[in-house]
């Protein structure tokens, strides 16, 4: 079931990119966001390269205080049964540049065919605004060793938020965007389409396997006894996909993230033609990679050197710097 290209609120883990809990009063139920009442107060970042921009602006109350909210615009992609309507309805076409049998052009569409996803965090913290905001880089190396003193450490110490991620596996929201399901409590999981993917297209498919059993942040507790898992996602997960959208095992990217964006075991499935958001070589670990890799050694990843990559304002950062290790 496609969603609506209507703004929504988007899924947050509370609070920072793992999700750590936070408290902040809710925005009253409503059917959109009242956009035509945002003031934009700036420009937290932007990407030419992915048709993004990402503000922060504040809806005024009643009181006249303002609530500040992250609104995320993004160009949608081509849907090919549109393009014979995109190029010949109400159309407009300005001449910006011709020589010899090169020309270029502004092309001006018609609102029913320049639509813009919008996402909307609302009411939003400092620690969203922060969280969209443009930051340096840094990559770590982190042994097994710094697992266990620094990053464990940090995890068990924060509370983290994933009551959305038990709301789908209980069928307590969103149980009608379920594309498959095996049930088994400990070798079992949910597909369900990601909120990046509006399932308009199949270029730039998204979904996302959810595992049943309880208790696996990440890769790090991975061993052999979790392979009947995930083994099942990979059989499972492909065999869904091709029935229900078409598209085959081999044209997939199947993968976790470390550090993953919430601490709840899940596997990302993506089209191989999608350059998704994480797919890069700091972050993403190729299912049949870990698969293999479990086989070989049940405590692999207890001991492997794993590379990610963190932004400055993220607290685990801090820890690195404080225990030397960046």
Not at 119 to 141: D, F
Request: glycine fraction near 4%; proline fraction near 5%.
């Amino acid at each position: 079931m496609a969603e609506s290209p209507a703004p929504k609120r988007k899924r947050e883990e509370n609070e920072g990119e793992n999700g750590a809990a936070g408290s902040h009063e809710e925005a009253p139920a409503s059917d959109t966001f009242p956009l035509a009442e945002l003031s934009v107060r700036r420009v937290l970042r932007e990407s030419a390269r992915d048709k993004t921009i990402f503000l922060h602006g504040q809806v005024k109350g009643a009181s006249g205080d303002g609530s500040d909210a992250v609104v995320i615009l993004e160009k949608t992609p081509f849907q090919e049964e549109n393009v014979a309507e995109l190029l010949t309805k109400y159309t407009k076409l300005q001449l910006q540049m011709s020589n010899d049998i090169y020309s270029t052009y502004r092309l001006f569409l018609p609102p029913e065919l320049n639509e813009i996803k919008t996402t909307v965090v609302y009411p939003a913290t400092e620690k969203h605004l922060q969280k969209y905001l443009h930051q340096e880089v840094y990559l770590i190396q982190e042994t097994g060793e710094d697992y266990k003193n620094i990053t464990l450490p940090f995890i068990e110490s924060k509370s983290f938020s994933i009551q959305w991620v038990y709301n789908i596996l209980e069928k307590k929201a969103e149980a009608d965007r379920i594309i498959y399901e095996n049930p088994d409590p400990a070798n079992g999981f949910v597909l369900i389409p990601d909120l990046k993917w509006n399932q308009k297209q199949l270029d730039d498919l998204y979904l996302i396997a959810i595992c049943h059993c309880r208790g696996i942040k990440s890769l790090r507790d991975l061993t052999a006894e979790h392979l009947p898992l995930l083994r099942n996602i990979l059989k499972e997960g492909k065999e869904a996909i091709v029935k229900r959208f078409g598209i085959a095992g081999a044209q997939l990217r199947i993968y976790l993230h470390y550090q993953p964006s919430y601490y709840h075991l899940h596997v990302h499935f993506t089209a191989l033609s999608y350059d998704a958001p994480g797919c890069s070589v700091e972050r993403a670990h190729l299912l049949s990679d870990v698969i293999e890799n479990l086989e070989l050694n049940s405590q692999y990843y207890q001991k492997r050197t794993l590379t990610f990559a963190l932004r400055a304002d993220e607290p685990l950062l801090k820890k690195f710097q404080e225990s030397e290790r960046v």
